[in-house]
T-cell receptor, first 117, second 110 residues
Framework: KAGVTQTPRYLIKTRGQQVTLSCSPI?????VSWYQQTPGQGLQFLFE???????NKGNFPGRFSGRQFSNSRSEMNVSTLELGDSALYLC????????????????FGPGTRLTVT | KNEVEQSPQNLTAQEGEFITINCSYS?????LHWLQQHPGGGIVSLFM???GKKKHGRLIATINIQEKHSSLHITASHPRDSAVYIC????????????FGTGTSLTVIP
């Protein structure tokens, strides 16, 4: 079974631009979560989608948004990019809602490394 | 205030040594996860725990819900175990947020 795929793997953008990252979950998985990893803040939770609805959200400004399609693929968008948005963006998929009871195991993609100049 | 605290931050061990990484958390949780991240960024989920103990090969993870503490043990460590190990908890508070520890960087010397 194919793993979680993320595209693109690397991206360079300029301050003020916007960016869209894509995540394809493992076949049969209905939940996709997004995370940001920076050297200073470590891993931080962005949001989780399940059945095309955002179910959980971390403490990020509204410039960070996402959506999930009917085939469970997900996109994440960051508008008006800032230098501090430079990070590794990871998505993870799970069969059920990872942020619920019970909690389902997550499988991580390789990440998209975003550099904002 | 960090919801998840890990120790130690860095750990160097000789091949074959028994290793313990500790994780303490301050929020109510539905599950605790141990993650492994190798250089280059890829993250692998090692364990997901809500109670008791789990074992997979040379890795053992335990959790004490009352004390809000978990440990990851590696028996007979090997250089290929060198990685960053991250403890993460799924909170039952504040919208089911996922909180992460800062990670333990492990180096196993042959």
């Amino acid at each position: 079974k194919a793993g979680v795929t993320q595209t693109p793997r690397y991206l360079i953008k300029t301050r003020g631009q916007q960016v869209t990252l894509s995540c394809s979950p493992i076949s049969g998985h209905r939940s996709v979560s997004w995370y940001q990893q920076t050297p200073g803040q470590g891993l931080q939770f962005l949001f989780e989608y399940f059945s095309e609805t955002q179910r959980n959200k971390g403490n990020f400004p509204g410039r960070f948004s996402g959506r999930q399609f009917s085939n469970s693929r997900s996109e994440m968008n960051v508008s008006t990019l800032e230098l501090g948005d430079s990070a590794l963006y990871l998505c993870a998929s799970s069969f059920g809602l990872a942020g619920g009871t019970p909690s389902y195991e997550q499988y991580f993609g390789p990440g998209t490394r975003l550099t904002v100049t | 205030k960090n919801e998840v605290e890990q120790s130690p931050q860095n750990l160097t061990a000789q091949e074959g040594e028994f290793i313990t990484i500790n994780c303490s958390y301050s929020v109510g949780i539905s599950a605790l996860h141990w993650l492994q991240q190798h250089p280059g960024g890829g993250i692998v989920s090692l364990f997901m725990l809500s109670s008791g103990k789990k074992k997979h090969g040379r890795l053992i993870a335990t959790i004490n819900i009352q004390e809000k503490h978990s440990s990851l043990h590696i028996t007979a460590s090997h250089p290929r175990d060198s990685a960053v190990y991250i403890c993460a908890v799924r909170s039952t508070n504040t919208g089911n947020q996922f909180y992460f520890g800062t990670g333990t960087s492990l180096t196993v010397i042959p």
